[in-house]
């Protein structure tokens, strides 16, 4: 099961480029006009353990299909869809509780490889035109891909229970949050690309779980912080306090804590690599937005609503609601002042958002 939310459930990254009329483009280079151009993908978990995770496909003009993936093929995607990335045109799912992913042509969303081989992928990333990390829970590690074969080809350990990656774009590293899984860590491991082995390992504070690069090639890191439970009563026995953490050249430059109680998480970036988004609360969350030149946290919500999944594109800020966990979710749409576009009902438990 998706325990991203462990509190809601009880239990790209980097992806783009721009989009044109007649053609889209992704960071594989031009991709042939399809069924799927125009618009934005959501991955829906669907309920665990029936198989029914799904994929939506929500157009500019706000229609939306549903399903997309089982409608052009002969199965379904499987068990808890976590994630989606676009390489070179090809779309790669992973499917968490199915412990594969399914790459598919994101024009048109036929099915062309199955990659295997993996216990619970969470998160993947580009590394070069043959090669792609994959944040693995099972092994807590990365997979190495080979995007050419759609291959498993080697392993890097990492912390415990990685989760977001993100491959940045001025210097030859990786950066993966190692949440923790079930348990608990602190760090990021930080992996030379070139040679696929962690030369780094950086304390940013308890259960970091997104990372983005800005425009000045700066890795920000959101750690989540961590409670203990007592067992019997649930009552709070203990609580650490999130951060908000900016790394340069491999080190810990400046640390922005959170109100302990408050658990960040989502970090997502807008294209122009200047704005950070996160959602921030206890039970009950806001999304902020922070200017990487800015030297506190805001204290002004930018959307005062709580999300299962964040998303920033195209000069808009995306929210998913996953409603009761059971029924159909929606996608929500804002703009960067916090005014709402619009909202189309999207697919069961929707976690999270591709780009085109």
């Known amino acids: 099961m998706n325990v991203r939310k462990i509190g809601m459930l009880v239990i790209a990254i980097t992806v783009m480029a721009s989009c044109k009329k007649d053609q889209m483009i992704d960071d594989g280079g031009i991709v042939a006009p399809g069924n799927y151009e125009n618009g934005y993908f959501v991955t829906n978990e669907g309920n665990f353990g029936t198989g029914n995770g799904s994929i939506s496909f929500v157009s500019e003009n706000g229609s939306v299909d549903n399903d997309v993936f089982a409608s052009v093929n002969s199965f379904p995607l499987g068990d808890v869809v976590q994630s989606m990335n676009i390489f070179g045109g090809n779309a790669y799912i992973l499917v968490n509780g199915s412990a594969k992913i399914e790459v598919a042509s994101v024009d048109s969303m036929y099915h062309i490889a199955t990659i295997e081989g993996l216990i619970s ?26 995007l050419t074969t759609n291959t498993i080809s080697s392993t890097i ?32 491991s930080v992996i030379d690309i070139e040679n696929d082995v962690v030369v780094s390992t950086l304390e940013v504070g308890d259960r970091p779980n997104s990372v983005v690069v800005d425009a000045t090639g700066a890795v920000w890191v959101l750690t989540g912080g961590f409670t203990e439970y007592d067992p019997v009563t649930w009552d709070i026995i203990s609580e650490t306090a999130g951060n908000l953490v900016k790394i340069v050249d491999n080190t810990i430059e400046a640390t922005y804590t959170f109100a302990v109680g408050n658990h960040p998480e989502d970090l997502v970036i807008n294209d122009a690599g200047t704005t950070l988004y996160y959602s921030d609360g206890s039970w009950s969350k806001a999304v902020y937005a922070f200017d990487i030149s800015a030297t506190e946290l805001p204290t002004t919500a930018l959307i005062n609503k709580s999300f299962y999944g964040l998303g920033c594109a195209n000069g808009y800020v995306y929210g998913t609601d996953a409603i009761d966990f059971t029924q159909q979710g929606w996608s929500f749409k804002y703009a960067t002042n916090g005014t709402v576009v619009d909202s189309v009902q999207v697919g069961i438990i929707p976690g999270g958002y591709c780009f085109n």
């Open 121 to 146: 992928p969470r998160y993947i990333a580009k590394v070069s035109g043959s090669k792609a990390y994959v944040t693995d829970w099972g092994i807590d590690g990365v997979q190495v891909v080979n």
């Open 157 to 188: 350990p990492c912390g415990a229970g990685p989760e977001g990656i993100v491959v940045s774009d001025v210097s030859p590293f990786a950066y993966v949050c190692n949440l923790g899984g079930f348990g608990l860590d602190n760090t990021v």
